[in-house]
């Protein structure tokens, strides 16, 4: 039974006379699907209820960090340990930084070193900085429909919300920002030994998401992330991993793992801060140790590294380090990705199935989706019917084509078939 969205819209109506767009983040507007944003009361485990009641089986997961799901009992009492008996930030060192800066070297080969921010976006417009001063070069590579956070300079053919509102370089970034940045199609070796032909010696640093997540879910071609890292090592350009959304989350440690890369710096949220704020960006010693206080170029924080947020994020990793959990991960998501492709097949519709892990995405297109114009052929009419379709059988998706849905380890087999079923339905009904 669906109780409607009337409190939900009498919500948004109030929060849009005080917060621009009624949202704190744009996508969470439901603006490209042409629905009203649900207002949560509160989540728990792999369910969340809005405030007219509703539950829903969650598949954004805060779009990401949510890994064990809502109010993770581990979670939970670490914070409130570290409430009780600490307090919520001292802006000065603490062990439990430490701490899980320890975690995050020991997961990832090639990080030395790791400061903690308060943000991915933060963590990459650092690691771009630190780039930067550590080559004395201005250019930096992107890749088109890659996501990096809202820095000026990374807001150019970006994925995500900016990708979805159709803003593919926001108004405010001064030409002169994003002069400097060169965007490159993904997957795509050849346009970018071009590039590199021409400009290598001035390219400061290239920043990829290994698995881009912010265009849909779109995996490495194989020997793309390879590629990459011998033309940067060849220009002794510094190569970024921008994992704040699948460090943690394709395996322990991140994609680096998985496919066997080692980048120069790694850019990290989402998962190591287990729903509080945080980021963090590291590497090579050598590069590290330009960042102040040990080096010249500036970064800090007034809230980074504070107890709660690192808590979070120490007792996340702890879970996560059990042996099985990202076998498990895949067993669900695995099991999710099948009974889509057969509610497609079974609906008659040709739809394009992109995994990596408990990242998952469904483009309503037959064509293969490899880069950003591919993605983009999706028909995101179709995706918008089948969203609401979804939304109002309680299924949770991200409001738009050009996001991942991700498993959480708290999904049951039963809450994973009940999507299946109303994905069976919803294809239906749209086609
Ligand atoms: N990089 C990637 C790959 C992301 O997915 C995101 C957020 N979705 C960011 C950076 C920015 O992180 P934040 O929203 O925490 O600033």
Redesign the pocket.
């Known amino acids: 039974m669906h109780n409607g969205f009337t409190k939900s819209a009498s919500l948004y109506g109030e929060a849009s006379r005080f917060i621009p767009g009624g949202v704190n983040?744009p996508v969470r507007a439901f603006k490209s699907v042409g629905a009203t944003p649900v207002f949560i009361k509160n989540g728990d485990g792999a369910v969340i209820t809005d405030v007219d009641g509703n539950t829903y089986i969650d598949y954004v997961g805060s779009?990401?960090p949510l890994i064990l799901g809502h109010r993770h009992p581990a979670v939970v009492q670490a914070l409130e340990k570290c409430l009780r008996t600490m307090g919520t930030s001292f802006g000065a060192p603490t062990e439990l930084e430490t701490e899980l800066a320890r975690l995050i070297v020991e997961a990832l080969p090639a990080m030395d070193m790791v400061r903690l921010v308060?943000?991915?976006?933060?963590?990459?417009m650092s690691a771009i900085r630190l780039a930067r001063g550590y080559t004395g070069r201005h250019k930096v590579v992107k890749f088109a429909g890659?996501?990096?956070?809202?820095a000026d300079f990374l807001l150019i053919k970006a994925?995500?919300g900016a990708l979805t509102l159709g803003v593919p370089t926001s108004p405010g970034v001064p030409p002169s920002t994003a002069e400097h940045t060169i965007t490159a199609p993904f997957n795509d070796l050849t346009t970018l030994k071009e590039i590199f032909n021409q400009i290598g010696e001035e390219i400061a640093a290239v920043i990829v998401?290994p698995v881009?997540?912010?265009m849909g879910v779109v995996p490495p071609a194989p020997g793309f992330l390879a590629g990459l890292r011998d033309l940067t090592r060849e220009y002794e350009t510094v190569l970024i991993f921008?994992?704040?959304?699948?460090g943690f989350r394709v395996t322990y440690g991140g994609a680096q793992v998985l496919y066997d890369i080692e980048p120069d710096l790694t850019?990290l949220?989402?998962v190591i801060g287990g729903g509080l704020?945080v980021?963090a960006y590291g590497g090579k010693k050598e590069i590290m140790a330009q960042v102040s206080p040990a080096g010249p170029v500036y970064q800090a924080g007034t809230l980074s590294g504070n107890p709660l947020a690192v808590t979070a994020g120490i007792a996340t990793l702890q879970e996560l380090k059990q042996p099985g959990i990202y076998d498990e991960l895949e067993a669900k998501s695995a099991r999710l990705d099948a009974g889509l492709k057969e509610a497609a097949a079974a609906a008659d519709l040709e739809l394009t199935f992109n995994r990596v892990g408990s990242m998952l995405c469904m483009f309503f297109t037959g064509e293969p989706v490899t880069d950003f114009d591919s993605a983009c052929r999706s028909d995101t009419e179709q995706f918008a019917r089948y969203f609401k379709a979804m939304l109002e059988k309680g299924i949770y998706l991200a409001p738009s084509q050009f996001e991942a849905a991700f498993m959480s380890l708290t999904h049951t087999t039963e809450q994973i078939d009940r999507t299946i079923e109303a994905a069976h339905a919803s294809l239906k009904e749209i086609r």
């Open positions: 983040s779009w990401g308060n943000s991915g976006t933060e963590a990459t890659c996501y990096h956070g809202h994925g995500s998401e881009p997540g912010n921008d994992e704040v959304m699948t850019c949220g989402k704020p980021g």
